[in-house]
């Protein structure tokens, strides 16, 4: 899941983007308005939007969002506590309300709740489990034995079981990696996807030769954070 961080407050921002990394997903943080004003062009599943920007109001770019067609959910964080802000906020176009300080788990719970509400924001996860995925610890539950995963290893594995049926290229393996942050070697997929083979199967994930990779339908999981 691809997440767009507007937030001008280091300390803050640097926080969200770790917890948001370590829990799995792609995080782009910009830091103020005026480069927010692109950013939400790009795609991505969510949207967390500060309010008070440097260079650009949070909400002339959530309503420039919405002119421009974006139907990404917007979930504003905001330390503007007033009804009279809340509603200036709904009404621009975000989809939820929170205000600063918050709690860490509140967050994710908004999060999960907008996945909910629009499942293009991520895909739930599937019934009658046989792996279960931890996003605290990074670890997995395969059978009966308990494995640890690095970062990406994890990432790799949850976005291809999201998928679960469809075959995705390495470039798209690699966008949900690294996002926008590039940098990876060419071979990084591949890497990672033999770790995975070798840690816990080397069934579970299938190669389809000259296209990416896949893991079948049938193998179903749950998360846990």
Avoid: C
């Avoid at 279960?132 to 034995?145: A, E, K």
């Amino acid at each position: 899941m691809r997440v767009l961080l507007v937030e001008d407050d280091e300390l803050l921002g640097d926080g969200i983007q770790t917890a948001l990394t370590r829990a799995g997903y792609s995080v782009h943080w910009v830091r103020d308005g005026k480069t927010a004003l692109d950013a939400v062009l790009d795609p991505s599943n969510v949207i967390i939007l500060d309010l008070g920007l440097p260079g650009r109001d949070g909400l002339d770019v959530l309503r420039h969002a919405r002119r421009s067609g974006i139907t990404t959910p917007v979930l504003v964080l905001s330390a503007r506590d007033a009804p009279t802000q809340r509603v200036l906020g709904l009404d621009a176009g975000a989809d939820d309300y929170l205000v600063k300080p918050f709690d860490r788990d509140e967050l994710f719970a908004r999060l999960r709740a907008l996945q909910r509400r629009w499942p293009d924001a991520g895909p739930e996860p599937l019934d009658n489990p046989k792996l279960r995925l931890d996003t605290i610890t990074l670890s997995v539950t395969y059978g009966n034995r308990v494995v640890a995963l690095q970062r990406r290893e994890f990432m790799l594995l949850r976005k291809l079981l999201e998928s679960a049926g469809q075959v995705l290229s390495r470039t798209q393996l690699e966008e949900s990696l690294y996002g926008w942050e590039g940098g990876a070697e060419s071979n990084a997929v591949d890497v990672h996807i033999h770790n995975l083979r070798k840690k816990l199967d080397p069934g579970l994930i299938r190669t389809v030769r000259g296209v990416g990779y896949a893991i079948d339908r049938q193998t179903d999981f749950v998360t846990s954070e």
